[in-house]
Nanobody, 122 residues
Framework: QVQLVESGGGSVQPGGSLRLSCAAS????????MGWYRQAPGNQRELVAV???????NYADSVKGRFTISRDNAKNTVTLQMNSLKPEDTAIYHC????????????????WGPGTQVTVSS
């Protein structure tokens, strides 16, 4: 099995910064895509940013120019640097690992982390 552990959430004032980190552990052979999704109360979970094993990236329009996603393939970690935070960024942020292949397996699976709270408020 694979476990995703997120860290770095918290409370910050508008305009501030936070850095989220996620580490995937388990018998992992490879992870094609890692990313961050968020869910605010009453809203559906939405994409924030994803990054491929080749470091291609995709961002939600609402975070372009403010958030930066990066990953370390050797450590199976993904990081989200969030700058110029706005109150509308308040949500639970979930790490996602997609197209995960386990050692000795030819199957692909997808995994979610439990989430970390980000609150932007004055």
């Amino acid at each position: 099995q694979v476990q995703l552990v997120e860290s770095g959430g918290g409370s910050v004032q508008p305009g501030g910064s936070l850095r989220l980190s996620c580490a995937a552990s388990g018998n992992i052979a490879s992870i094609e895509r890692m990313g961050w999704y968020r869910q605010a109360p009453g809203n559906q979970r939405e994409l924030v940013a994803v990054i491929t094993k080749g470091h291609g990236t995709n961002y939600a329009d609402s975070v372009k120019g403010r958030f930066t996603i990066s990953r370390d393939n050797a450590k199976n970690t993904v990081t989200l640097q969030m700058n110029s935070l706005k109150p509308e960024d308040t949500a639970i942020y979930h790490c996602h690992a997609d197209q995960v292949r386990l050692l000795g397996s030819s199957l692909w699976n997808s995994y979610w982390g439990p989430g970390t709270q980000v609150t932007v408020s004055s």
